[in-house]
């Protein structure tokens, strides 16, 4: 099914499989190990164990693994191609998504081709240097973000562990701090410079680069550091130059003006005598979340891995040509293409809303007269109520909605005044949607012409009518903030029932109490990126839970995420595939409970505790409780609480035993 264009987005990993659910091939589908995992499987399998349910992530590390392969081999093959004399090597920032065993799988898998890591702060610092004991000695440890005394120690601590830090210098009084500390340490540095390119992306992301960007040096601050390196006798430690244009790229002509412009520094540094031996070409490249393979959409982009990393090579290969300088190590800070694919969100629906208002089958104009000739109307609303039983009765549809629209505007109005019960609203309101119903019908009978504009309504305000409100378990603030906060669109498609056509248009809501809380913006497929504003799902049916994933997340979500009305993390579970379709669950790591989110905003559980129940004993006594048994279940209800995940339990009954 096109419909959530799987096609586009999904490949090479995931797809609709024969069953109609959802699968992923860990391998993607370029390799001869063609395992397939159905995702509800993985899920059945999970809630048979009984210790988890939705929401949470599932981890594959074999995509993880076969995005860094895809990354290192599309540079590879570059190299080859343009018979380039320099090698590549990539490192991951950290940032994009700290957790532990991402992380370790990331240095796991690079170990054989030395790849590194990237750190922004001090704890990545310390986390990073922890790491990388583990990775090849020839990977990069490339230090970046703004440093104090102690940062850069412990970036010189690093080389004498005997790993290859290169601290980056970001602003030009950093230096001084370096010259200091490696004096101090007694430990010769190696030294990169972040340089502010005039190069720039109109996406989100843009921001980074440009003259007003946030971060790096201009040339006059970075030769004014190569004079500074000269006069104290230390040019040779400035080896690398780095620069990062923002994330999420769109189109390969960015790519190559920026990796041009900063090879040319790089050259005229190699020439003024810097012992030059790397040119950082930061991250950026981009992922395709909307499966429109175009740089228009802005939620996608215009090239290929394998394009991106030819691209690149290309552009450094010019430059050195052209100013005879020698080939650098391209290195590569990639993080979101390396890591969105890798990590599905699962949550479940568990309710909806209903259709503004119910809604009753409307056929003859004696509907609309029936349903009214119990109440007194105002004078205005009599007229409406039988202008719309006329156009009813003649069949003009587009009048009927116009006229159907007033009455409800007027009735509203009429209420507000003390004039209609609330019971009369109520049934104007329904007929408002009775007429919106008739429309769609007929509408998908094809059976009628555009709507006209002078009545001041189109299809899409009676599509936006038909569009129901999906309450699911999620926080939207905790698990996809980017859809948020800065209206960044990820593929949401339901786990199962893929074999049974949509019936409903939704939208979709989260637990937390803030209006915000709710996504309305899905992948469209449309290449010049217009999103749909709705989502087409199943009809929810009794005792048969609901399942979506969201795809592509596994880049910043988990980190950025916050704790809006103390929701906390998700389970994770990380999952391998085995030969003929089968899986095996590695790893299960439990989401907070209701006491871990209490402790991260400095309440202490177990005082808490104890207040709830001294004030239960002085209930008890007063007899506030049924008699001792329900005394003994509600302290126990209320200890149990305080273990409990955060998000809505699947166990209806809610017995604690
Ligand atoms: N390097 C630096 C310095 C960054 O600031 C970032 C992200 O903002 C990255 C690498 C990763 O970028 P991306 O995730 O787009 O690959």
Known sequence: MALYHVGGWGAPYFFINRDGNMAVRPSGFNTTFTEE????????????????????????????????????????????????????????????????????????????????????????????????????????????????????????????????????????????????????????????????????????????????????????EILSIVKTLKDVGMLDALQLLHFHIGSQIPSLSIVKEGVTEAAHIFCELSLLGAGMKYLDIGGGLGIDYDGSNSSASGMSIGYTVEEYAEQVVHAVDDACALKNVKAPTICCESGRGLVSHHSVLIFDAFSVSKPQHGGKELCRGEDVTDLLQSHDLPHQLSVLSEDLARLVNIGDLEGALACAKQLKLDCACSFKLGLVSLELRAIVDELYTSVSNLMCQESKKGNLRSLSKKAGLGMSDVINDQIVTYHTNLSIFKSVPDSWAIGQLFPIVPLHRLDEAPSV????????????????????????????????????????????????????????????????????????????????????????????????????????????????????????????????????????????????????????S
């Open 505 to 656: 248009r939704a939208i979709l809501c989260d637990l937390t109490c803030d209006s915000d809380g709710k996504i309305s913006s899905f992948v469209s497929g449309n290449p010049l990126g217009k999103a749909d504003s709705f989502l087409p799902l199943h009809k929810l049916e009794a005792n048969r839970p609901y399942y979506l994933g969201m795809f592509l997340g596994g880049a910043y979500q988990e980190v950025l995420g916050s704790m809006h009305n103390l929701f906390g993390t998700t389970h994770v579970v990380h999952v391998l595939g085995k030969t003929g379709g089968s899986f095996q669950i590695s790893l299960q790591l439990p989401g907070q409970t209701i006491s871990d989110v209490l402790r991260a905003m400095l309440h202490d559980p177990l005082s808490m505790f104890e207040d709830i129940r001294s004030q239960f004993l002085d209930s008890f006594k007063a007899g506030r409780f049924g008699g001792n048994r329900e005394a003994t279940v509600a302290l126990h209800i209320l200890k149990c609480s305080f273990s409990s995940y955060t998000y809505l339990s699947h166990d209806q009954d809610h017995h604690y």
């Open 37 to 220: 995992i159905d995702l509800m499987a993985v899920l059945q399998k999970i809630q048979e164990a009984g210790e988890m349910n939705t929401p949470l992530i599932i981890r594959f590390p074999e995509i993880l693994k076969n995005r860094l392969e895809v990354l290192q081999t599309a540079f590879e093959r570059a190299i080859l191609l343009n018979g380039y004399r320099g090698s590549f090597q990539g490192v991951f920032p950290v940032k994009c998504n700290p957790d532990r065993y991402v992380v370790e799988d990331i240095v796991r898998f690079g170990r054989n081709f030395a790849f590194g890591l990237e750190a922004g702060s001090k704890p990545e610092l310390l986390m990073t240097m922890a790491c990388m004991c583990k990775a090849s000695p020839d990977a990069l440890l490339i230090c970046n973000g703004y440093k104090d005394a102690e940062y850069v120690q412990l970036a010189l601590i690093a080389r004498q562990l005997g790993l290859n830090s290169v601290i980056v210098l970001e602003q030009e009084e950093e230096l001084q701090i370096v010259l200091k500390m490696s004096q101090y340490l007694r430990v010769q540095p190696v030294i990169g410079v972040r340089a502010k390119l005039s190069t720039k992306h109109n996406g989100h992301w843009g921001e980074t680069s440009g003259d007003k960007g946030k971060f790096g040096l201009s040339a006059s």
